[in-house]
């Protein structure tokens, strides 16, 4: 195993720059999720983590040392691709066992790795097979076997769930977490689906338009986005983005919207009030309002707003009711599957105050973000 760190890399291709002064630090035995929207360069950086990409400026450390202009072949790195890869003509047992057979590892030790990784990933049984006789599922856990069986430092995985049905989808994303769990490799892991990101990762460095935009838990960029970008892109269904001004009412400091004047947690509000009249951006998390018949009691911090409500999706368990307020404020929130609300009739929703987010309209910057 070993940490990775970057330090103010840039790679353009022509007058495009892809990456742009990224540091970054992923510790031994991490797993860290590169997430971003396409295009984005999480995958060009994790090409030239495996040395596939040069790198125009900057420094790449493995385990401490300098990495940059070390060819992929001597990086103690494995990759598992989108698309698998696989060896069409070779089993599953081939397969896995192809990047040893190129080192020239003895009959002995092949033997034990793949006895070792085989159970691991639940390919018992599956050895003599050709990959065409193997779900998606099925191959994707081979892909894996052979980079694990090389036992490298670095485990790199470039978007290897993209081509899973969901159901599949979440008994993989299980799956390397559990492999992850007992092997304790360090993980890059690239995907553009923030549910992937949210699951299994320790980290996540969120990426937009060659930059870093906030790197912390996954629960901390849900909570806490750096960002306007950042609160938009992880949380489902989308958060809710209005206008409004920090403003005082019957002596406490909130924000001021279309919907009325909104309150904030006690703390927030003592922080704010020497920024009264500055504009802001507000964000609220469909999660973080509430059906008033849900709740028995509310905090001193919720603010009441009335909507009128346009569309009802079923979800499931859940609906999530698109509405209107004053101004023409469209909102998002969510009800349970008891709760029944038709198209035009007036709510009372409850909104949290704790969780709601300002942002700078500017700069974008969350308002008081402590990293």
Not at 171 to 189: C, F, N, P, S
Request: contains cysteine; charged residues 25%.
């Amino acid at each position: 195993m070993a940490d990775v760190v970057l330090k103010n890399i840039n790679k353009s291709f022509g007058a495009h720059r892809v990456i742009d002064s990224l540091d970054l630090e992923i510790r031994n035995g991490e797993f860290v999720t590169l997430l971003g929207p396409s295009g984005c360069g999480k995958s060009t950086l994790l090409r030239m983590v495996a040395g596939l990409e040069s790198i125009d400026s900057g420094d790449l450390f493995i385990g401490g040392k300098r990495h940059n202009h070390i060819p992929p072949q001597n990086r103690r790195i494995a990759m598992v691709f989108q698309s698998y890869a696989l060896f069409p003509h070779l089993s599953v047992r081939s397969n896995v066992l192809f990047g040893l057979k190129i080192k020239k590892v003895p009959f002995k030790v092949c033997e034990e790795k793949l006895s070792w990784v085989v159970p691991l990933l639940g390919l018992e049984g599956l050895e003599r097979r050709l990959p065409k006789e193997l779900s998606g599922g099925q191959r994707q856990r081979v892909a894996l076997a052979r980079a694990l069986v090389l036992d490298p430092d670095v485990l790199l995985l470039d978007e290897p769930l993209s081509n899973l049905d969901a159901a599949l989808r979440e008994t993989a994303m299980e799956e390397l977490k559990r492999v992850h769990r007992q092997v304790g490799k360090t993980v890059i892991y690239v995907t553009h689906n923030q549910v992937e990101a949210m699951t299994m990762s320790e980290r996540i460095a969120l990426l937009n338009d060659s930059h870093l935009e906030q790197y912390d838990k996954p629960r901390v960029v849900y909570d806490a986005p750096r960002t306007v970008f950042a609160s938009q892109f992880i949380g489902s269904p989308a958060i809710n983005l209005l206008p409004g001004a920090i403003a005082r009412q019957d002596e406490e400091t909130g924000v001021q919207t279309a919907l009325g004047f909104l309150m904030l947690d006690r703390e927030r509000s003592c922080k704010l009030q020497g920024m009264v009249g500055r504009s802001v951006q507000v964000g609220i998390r469909p999660q973080n309002m509430a059906y008033v018949e849900h709740l028995q009691s509310r905090r001193a911090s919720d603010t009441c707003v009335e909507l009128t409500a346009e569309l009802v999706e079923i979800l499931g368990d859940r609906s999530l009711i698109v509405a209107r307020g004053r101004g023409e404020t469209q909102l998002r929130f969510l009800i349970t599957r008891e709760a029944d609300i038709q198209q035009d009739q007036k709510v009372s929703v409850l909104v949290d105050g704790r969780r709601v987010l300002l942002f700078d309209p500017e700069t974008q910057v969350n308002i008081g973000y402590a990293p």
